[in-house]
T-cell receptor
Framework: ETGVTQSPTHLIKTRGQQVTLRCSSQ?????VSWYQQALGQGPQFIFQ???????GRGNFPPRFSGLQFPNYSSELNVNALELDDSALYLC??????????????FGPGTRLTVL | AQSVTQLGSHVSVSEGALVLLRCNYS??????LFWYVQYPNQGLQLLLK??????LVKGINGFEAEFKKSETSFHLTKPSAHMSDAAEYFC????????????FGQGTTLQVKP
């Protein structure tokens, strides 16, 4: 069974640029959630995708957007990058959306640095 | 709204000593509670979770946590610390949204001294 994978591992961008981060969910999981973890902080929920539809969003501006594909892999896109977007971006997959008891399995993350 | 407070951003123990990491939650509905561990430059790994069954939950690597509704707490313990336990620990709550999204505390860094 393959776990959650993310690419790239590290990324350096400049302010104003756009970035795409990718996530492959664990086998059999149809739900992907994205979190942003700033240095020294706990992860914060960005949004969730369930069966290719956005299924909830945290307090992040519209320049954070996403996609989920038929194989349940997912992308996180961030436009007009700002310095404060520098963070570790974590992807988590789970069996079914909305089940608060369901375990979310996290990938290793993508470290984004905005200069 | 739900929230989590982790008391103590840094905890230092000697190898072999008791580990106690504190977590208090706020929730208007019965919560589901989780402890995750994060090793340097890695993602989060689930240690254990409380889903309204037994109040004492046993997890991996010898960790356990007890749900105490009267104290709104879910503290993480391990009887004897090992050097490999040095990491960042996060308490999280879920339960009121249709996403099952996790709301995390700020984290506690555990240092284990030889």
């Amino acid at each position: 069974e393959t776990g959650v994978t993310q690419s790239p591992t590290h990324l350096i961008k400049t302010r104003g640029q756009q970035v795409t981060l990718r996530c492959s969910s664990q086998s059999g999981h149809n739900t992907v959630s994205w979190y942003q973890q700033a240095l020294g902080q706990g992860p914060q929920f960005i949004f969730q995708y369930y069966r290719e539809e956005e299924n909830g969003r945290g307090n992040f501006p519209p320049r954070f957007s996403g996609l989920q594909f038929p194989n349940y892999s997912s992308e996180l896109n961030v436009n007009a990058l700002e310095l404060d977007d520098s963070a570790l971006y974590l992807c988590a997959s789970s069996w079914e959306a909305g089940a608060g008891t369901d375990t979310q399995y996290f990938g290793p993350g993508t470290r984004l640095t905005v200069l | 709204a739900q929230s989590v407070t982790q008391l103590g951003s840094h905890v230092s123990v000697s190898e072999g000593a008791l580990v106690l990491l504190r977590c208090n939650y706020s929730s208007s509905v019965p919560p589901y509670l989780f402890w995750y561990v994060q090793y340097p430059n890695q993602g989060l790994q689930l240690l254990l979770k409380y889903t309204s069954a037994a109040t004492l939950v046993k997890g991996i690597n010898g960790f356990e946590a007890e749900f105490k509704k009267s104290e709104t707490s879910f503290h993480l313990t391990k009887p004897s610390a090992h050097m490999s336990d040095a990491a960042e620990y996060f308490c999280a709550v879920s339960g009121t949204s249709n996403t099952g999204k996790l709301i995390f505390g700020q984290g506690t860094t555990l240092q284990v001294k030889p």
